[in-house]
C-alpha cells in the first residue's frame, strides 16, 4: 500500500525520467525488429550467421551487467557511467550500418551488447534512487520507454515508405531496396545514442554504492530457486524464452510481405518492413499490463502463465496458418497476452516466493535467463536448426513449417504448466481459480 505521507512525484522528475526511458527504448527499437531481414535481406549473412550474430548480442547482455555493476557500483556515478555508455554505444551501433564482413559484425554485436545491456537495468536503479514512491511512480515513468519503442518502430516504418520503396518495380526490387534502406535504422539509433549519452550528463546525480552482501544473496537465491513453483518456472522459461525469440528473429522480415501494398492504411500509418507493424504487438502490452494489477487479484499465477502460453500458441498458429493481413495484425497484437501473462507474471511470481534479502539477485537470474539463455539458444535454433529446415533449396522460407514449430513448443510448455506446477504457492497461498 502506498505510504499517504511520501511526497507526491514532482512533475519536472518525472518529464527528466520519463525522456531518459524513451530514448532508451527508442535507441533498441529502431534496429532490433529489423536485424535479421536486414542481415539475411541486404548483407547475405547465412541462417546460421544471423543466428550466431543474435547469440553474440545476447552473450554480451549476460556478461555486460556484470562487468558494468564492478565499475558503476564503486567507481562512477550512474548518470555518469550511462553517459559515456551511451555515447560509445553511438558509435558502436554506426559502425553495425556500415560493415559488411561477418565476424567484423559478430564482434561489435558482441561489444554493443557489453555496453548497452547494463543501460537497462541502470536506467531503472537510477530512477528507483530518485522516485518518492516506486510502486507508485515506476510505472508511469517506464511507460515511456514503451512509447519511445513504438515511435522509433513507426518512424523507421515511415521512412521505409518514403525513402526505400520505389514505385513502377517489382516486388522483389521492393524487397531489395526496403533491405538496404534498414541500415538508416541504425544509424537514426547512433543519433538518439548520442542525444541519450549528452542528456544522462544532466540526469539527477546517483553516486556509486556497493553491496557487499550481492554475492551471498545470488547464493541465497539459487538455493530458493530449487524450490517449487520457481524452479518448474525457471525451467520453462528457456524454451518460452526461445519461442520469443522465433517472433523477434522473423516478424519483421515476414510483415514486409504484407507491405508492398503502399497505398493500404495500414502501411499509411505503421509504414513498411515490418518494424513498425510490430508495434502493434507493443500497444497491446500497455493495455494488458494496466489491466495486470487488477486481473491478478482474482485469477491464480497459474492462470496468467496459462493464458499467456495459450497466446503464444495462437499468435504462432495465426501467423502458420492464416494469410490475411487483418489475422496476421491479430497475431501481432497477441503479443501484449504473451509478454503481460507469461514474462511479467512470471517476474511477479519470482518477487512473491523469494525472500526480500535475496529478492532482487533472483530477479536478476531470472533476467538472465529470459535474456541471456533463452536468446542464445533461441537465435541458434531458430535459425541454424528450424530456419535451415524450413528453407527451401532455392532459398524460400516455409512460414508454416517455420512457425508451426514455436506453436507446437508452445503447447507442450503449456501441458507442463498443467502438470508440473503447482496450482498453490507455498507462501502467498493461492485460492483464486487455476485452469488445473
Known amino acids: 500500500m502506498t505510504d499517504s505521507t511520501v511526497p507526491p512525484l514532482s512533475t519536472s522528475l518525472n518529464t527528466r525520467l520519463s525522456f531518459m526511458m524513451f530514448l532508451q527504448y527508442a535507441i533498441w527499437g529502431a534496429w532490433l525488429p529489423i536485424l535479421y531481414p536486414f542481415l539475411l535481406g541486404h548483407r547475405g549473412f547465412s541462417l546460421a550467421e544471423c543466428g550466431m550474430i543474435l547469440s553474440g548480442g545476447a552473450v554480451g547482455a549476460i556478461i555486460g551487467p556484470f562487468l558494468a555493476g564492478q565499475i558503476a557500483d564503486r567507481y562512477f556515478s550512474t548518470e555518469k557511467f550511462l553517459g559515456l555508455s551511451h555515447l560509445v554505444g553511438a558509435g558502436l551501433v554506426y559502425m553495425l550500418s556500415t560493415t559488411t564482413e561477418y565476424y567484423q559484425f559478430l564482434m561489435l554485436s558482441v561489444v554493443y551488447g557489453l555496453v548497452y545491456a547494463p543501460t537497462l537495468a541502470l536506467t531503472n536503479s537510477l530512477s528507483f534512487a530518485h522516485l518518492p514512491d516506486r510502486d507508485r511512480d515506476f510505472g508511469r515513468v517506464r511507460l515511456w520507454g514503451t512509447l519511445g519503442w513504438i515511435a522509433a518502430g513507426i518512424a523507421v516504418g515511415q521512412w521505409l515508405l518514403l525513402q526505400h520503396t520505389p514505385t513502377g518495380v517489382s516486388d522483389e526490387a ?8 534498414r541500415a538508416d535504422a541504425f544509424r537514426l539509433s547512433a543519433v538518439l545514442g548520442v542525444l541519450m549519452g549528452l542528456y544522462c550528463f544532466t ?40 519461442i520469443h525469440q522465433f517472433y523477434f528473429v522473423y516478424t519483421a522480415d515476414f510483415l514486409s510481405g504484407y507491405g508492398r501494398d503502399t497505398a493500404n492504411t495500414i502501411n499509411k500509418i505503421f509504414g513498411v518492413g515490418g518494424g513498425g507493424l510490430m508495434t502493434i504487438g507493443q500497444m497491446s502490452e500497455i493495455l494488458v499490463l494496466a489491466a495486470i494489477p487488477f486481473v491478478a487479484k482474482s485469477v491464480s499465477r497459474k492462470s496468467l502463465l496459462a493464458v499467456g502460453l495459450l497466446a503464444y500458441a495462437g499468435r504462432m498458429a495465426l501467423f502458420a496458418y492464416t494469410d490475411s493481413l487483418a489475422t496476421v495484425l491479430l497475431g501481432v497484437a497477441l503479443h501484449g497476452l504473451c509478454f503481460g501473462c507469461f514474462i511479467f507474471v512470471a517476474f511477479m511470481v519470482v518477487d512473491e516466493e523469494t525472500s526480500p534479502d535475496v529478492r532482487a539477485s533472483a530477479q536478476n537470474l531470472f533476467n538472465l535467463v529470459i535474456v541471456g539463455v533463452g536468446i542464445i539458444v533461441g537465435s541458434w535454433v531458430s535459425t541454424a536448426v528450424v530456419g535451415e529446415w524450413a528453407t527451401s533449396a532455392e532459398g524460400v522460407m516455409d512460414y508454416v513449417k517455420l512457425f508451426s514449430v514455436p506453436m507446437y513448443a508452445s503447447l507442450a510448455c503449456f501441458v507442463a504448466l498443467l502438470l508440473l506446477y503447482p496450482s498453490r504457492s507455498p507462501k502467498r497461498g493461492d485460492a483464486a481459480p487455476n485452469l488445473s
Not at 521492393?174 to 534502406?181: E, N, P, S, T
Open 203 to 242: 540526469l539527477p546525480h546517483t553516486p556509486p554504492s556497493s553491496s557487499a552482501k550481492e554475492g551471498n544473496a545470488t547464493m541465497g537465491a539459487l538455493s530458493e530457486i530449487r524450490m517449487q513453483p520457481l524452479l518448474m518456472l525457471f525451467l520453462i522459461a528457456v524454451p518460452v524464452s526461445c
Open 174 to 181: 521492393i524487397a531489395l531496396a526496403q533491405d538496404a534502406g
